[in-house]
């Protein structure tokens, strides 16, 4: 395929009919599909660190001699920075240069990983991962701003199903991989096999990805004068977001707002969050461009992206669990669940590409919240003896529809806003579906806890000696377990297992169902987006 980007120090090049020019592109000589496959690889590696090392957990706590609770700061640590930095990484492109900020945050996370992978204690353990969420949270955002750059409108879904695949499977097979490597090696490799992969994606971005002048004449604008750094909205940022996830994050360990370190946590965000939103919307330069929201689709959208991070990222967590609770798979056969289900979107991820800007975005984004709303009504109707069958399938409906939501999302998102702020609206994008994925997995695991509460309350009610079906049971267990210990406690033993086991179960289904009523809810607002068929819908410089 011909490149679609004019070689570097050419005439400025003219507009298509659509109103696109790749003055932008990240391509350069270089055909743009190579440039896909090598600004996408750090990405996948990025995104497959949110969830790898989820699995190692017990392992870290082992080899560094502390408790499962001390070893969560090890995901915590990490999630904080990236909440942090994928917000400003937008402007940081800008200020820094892209490819220059992009080879920064893949050398800062490869260099992380490295400590990671031989710390000899939690403290630089949990340094190091700050560190790594640091350089991995500038990774997407930047990725995704020169995908829109380096592809016109009509070739965008294409490009932008390629990004599917990296957010969308990655989490997914996140913690299969991280189990398969805990269990064969050790959970050094968790990280460390992120080394390699680094160093060579590093390379290849040095050689072939490409700074326009277009880009380096926007930079130089903008420094003109020097470098104005809006330092109360960064702060504000961190404060904000750094302290929405450590609430988020620590929320159902700490029995939310019982303790005061939540209270704290959430208070110090809300009025940082609150204050953020005054500060940049009345600032001159602001580190977080939340003027963007004015454009109707891009507001819509953003809001569709956090509740699609929100489904993917809590289901991706809750049906590994239910297999292992429930079910008492291991960590590494409950990830295999998903496997199918990674496939599918693999499947999917092409024709979801093609029938972008031929196909209305608003039916392809309707349609695929009604499968995804399918899927979890099938969920919902699961039981405690489903097959590892019944729980792939239940899994591969959902991920199949996945694709076209991520990819109409991102193709449409950019329709109507000034080419000079990809990168800013990649960083909100971005900010959404992270924001998204941490609120549903503390939403879906505090619905569990307070489920699972309620229905063993009332399972246990029914277990009384006034209930025949009760006391029959228990008459026959007695003879059943004679000679194999206490005939007395034994039955009932095992009786309350199996109520424990069936509270767990029912639990699950209640947050499949609430997740169901969610999307159901949300479905009117894809109306109000644009259709994402033919131009760019003004896409200017």
Known sequence: MASAAAPTGAAKPAPSQDGWDDGRSAAGRFNPWLIVAIISLPTFMEVLDTSIANVSLDHIAGGLSITIDQATWVLTSYLVANAIVIPISGWLSDAIGRKRYFLISIALFTISSFVCGIAPNLTTLVIARVFQGIGGGGLAPVEQSMLVDTFPPRQRGMAMAAFAIVVVVGPVLGPTLGGWITETSSWHWVFLINVPIGIGAWILADLFVDEPKQVKDDRAKRLEGGLRIDYIGVILVALGLGFFELTLDRGEREDWFASGLIVATATISAVSLIALIFWELNHKDPVVDLKLFKN??????????????????????????????????????????????????????????????????????????????????????????????????????????????????????????????????????????????????????????????????????????????????????????????????????????????????????????????????????????????????????
């Open 296 to 541: 109707r689709s891009f507001a819509i959208t953003t809001l569709i992206m956090g509740i699609t991070g929100l489904i993917l990222f809590g289901t991706t967590q809750l049906i590994p669990q239910m297999l292992q609770q429930v079910m008492g798979y291991s960590s590494f056969d409950a990830g295999l669940a998903l496997t199918l289900g990674g496939l599918a979107t693999l499947v999917a991820v092409p024709f979801a590409g093609r029938l972008v800007g031929k196909v209305d975005a608003r039916i392809l984004l309707g349609g695929a919240l009604l499968v995804q709303a399918a899927a979890l009504w099938n969920m919902s109707h699961f039981s405690a003896d489903i097959t590892f069958a019944d729980a792939a399938m239940g899994r591969l409906y959902q991920a199949m529809a996945l694709p076209f939501l991520f990819v109409p999302i991102n193709a449409v998102a950019y329709q109507g806003l000034p080419r000079n702020k990809t990168a800013q609206a990649s960083s909100l994008l971005n900010v959404a579906r992270n924001l998204g994925g941490s609120i549903g997995i503390s939403a879906a695991q505090s619905m569990l806890a307070g489920a699972m509460q309620r229905h063993q309350t009332e399972l246990v009610q029914k277990l009384n000696p006034l209930d025949p079906n009760y006391t029959d049971w228990l008459a026959k267990a007695k003879g059943a377990f004679a000679g194999l210990g206490d005939p007395t406690m034994l039955p009932q033993a095992i009786l309350y297992q199996q109520v424990q086991r069936q509270a767990a179960m029912l639990g699950f289904l209640d947050v499949f169902r609430s997740l169901m009523v969610l999307i159901l809810i949300l479905l009117p607002v894809v109306i109000f987006m644009n259709s994402g068929k033919g131009a760019s819908g003004g896409m200017g410089h």
